[in-house]
């Protein structure tokens, strides 16, 4: 079971970069997918997710209107668009898989917002 989350950087403030998680090993359908950060010396904060059945996308309230979540399923992948990024942004950011008992973690993407 592999998540790989790509797409983050050092952007600057006011950018808008789209983080992709590529998923494999398995029923990716069947999943639903979530993006978490964590920034330096803060716990790890949900961002937003999206279900597998219909899917429906829910988002942290303050994330709603700058962040959007969509997925693909014929290319086992979920994205994250991120505008108007603020230094406080800059965190790692980690794509989140779960299904009744079963759960699986991307390694995380680092992005980094310059002022």
């Known amino acids: 079971v592999q998540l790989v989350e790509s797409g983050g950087g050092l952007v ?11 998923a494999s090993g398995f029923i990716f359908d069947d999943y ?18 999206i279900r597998s059945t219909d899917g429906e996308t829910y988002y942290a309230v303050p994330m ?3 962040f959007t979540i969509s997925r693909d399923n014929a290319k086992n ?10 230094p406080d942004d800059t965190a790692v950011y980690y794509c989140y898989a779960v299904r009744l008992g079963n759960n699986y973690w991307g390694q995380g993407t680092q992005v980094t917002v310059s002022s």
Request: proline share 5%; hydrophobic share 35%.
């Open 12 to 22: 600057r403030a006011g950018g808008s970069p789209r983080l992709s998680c590529a």
């Open 32 to 49: 639903a997918i979530a993006w978490f950060r964590q920034a330096p010396g803060k716990e790890r904060e949900g961002i937003s997710c």
């Open 64 to 66: 709603k209107g700058r």
């Open 77 to 86: 992948t979920v994205f994250l668009q991120m505008n108007s990024l603020k």
